[in-house]
């Protein structure tokens, strides 16, 4: 699809908490703090002139669940497609107090407990490092829900090419994911973008 509008339109702040959002389908970023999530999240929706996700010099500051309205429209023929991009708090910054840690968690099962319209999530993981313990067990907990999960390794220009396809087949592996479900990706080159793109276009609309 490609990305007409973006809003910001609220935020989840505490559990049970107002939820933003409305009746539109929802896909979810996630990924430990510093990963490249904010400089995706703009990459992805052709905001990096002008940011939506602040990307921010202090890790592990983002600890809301932010909302996004997207209008896009098929790469292909078709209607327009609404959806709210949301945005989880990174996790594991050793930084963050350990009562922040704490609030994490609650607040992230909250959200992915609580959303019908969830269709998907997308996890990002350092293409230049092993999926940490943090990384795992948000797989688990997201396989645990049954939500369809997307891997997306960021920074993959900061990789050789044979250090990335030995990545790439690593985290498949350990992960014990399809070939389908990963998309490198790179914010400075676009790398992976109309990719990532087709591939939540398919989660949005799954019956074309
Ligand atoms: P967040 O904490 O996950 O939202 O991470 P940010 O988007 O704030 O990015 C963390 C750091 O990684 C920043 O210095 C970014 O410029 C850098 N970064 C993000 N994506 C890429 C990428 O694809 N390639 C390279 N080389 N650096 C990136």
Known sequence: MKVRTVEFVGALAHPGGPRPGGALPEIAFSGRSNVGKSTLINRLLGRTRTPVARVSGTPGKTREVNFYRVDAIPFGEGEPIEFFLVDLPGYG????????????????????????????????????????????????????????????????????????????????????????????????????????????????????
């Open 93 to 208: 910054y050793a930084r963050v107090p350990k009562s922040m840690q704490g609030a994490w968690r609650p607040l992230v099962e909250d959200y992915l407990v609580g959303s019908a319209a969830l269709r998907g999530v997308v996890q990002l993981i350092d293409a230049r490092h092993a999926p940490t313990g943090d990384d795992q067990q948000m797989m688990e907990y997201l396989a645990g829900l049954g939500t369809p999960t997307l891997v997306v390794l960021t920074k993959v220009d900061k990789l050789k090419r044979s250090q990335r396809d030995r990545r790439i087949r690593s985290t498949v592996s350990e992960l014990g994911l399809g070939m389908e479900q990963i998309v490198p990706f790179s914010a400075p080159t676009g790398e992976g973008r109309d990719e990532l793109l087709r591939a939540l276009e398919s989660l949005l609309l799954p019956t074309r």
